[in-house]
């Protein structure tokens, strides 16, 4: 659904058509796609992209909608 890309040290996700869904903003990120938090979150299963920067974890989902932010 959604690609990774590293930008000037930093990452974030593009679609197929090659637009920023996510920002590259982000020190890391972990793509999960059944993640169980975000399953009780949401009552589904879905693609979740996990970006950090710095301590803070941002849960997106793949359309780039902010699901749940971790401090």
Avoid: A
């Avoid at 990452?11 to 058509?17: E, L, Q, T, V, W």
């Avoid at 890391?28 to 993640?35: A, L, Q, V």
């Amino acid at each position: 659904p959604l690609i990774p890309v590293k930008c000037n040290g930093k990452y974030g996700f593009i679609n197929r058509k090659l637009s920023e869904v996510i920002p590259c903003e982000y020190d890391s990120y972990i793509y999960d796609y059944d993640n169980d938090y975000m399953k009780l979150i949401t009552g589904k299963p879905q693609h979740c992209f996990t970006v950090i920067k710095g301590d803070v974890w941002t849960v997106f989902n793949e359309n780039g909608v902010l699901l749940q932010k971790l401090v």
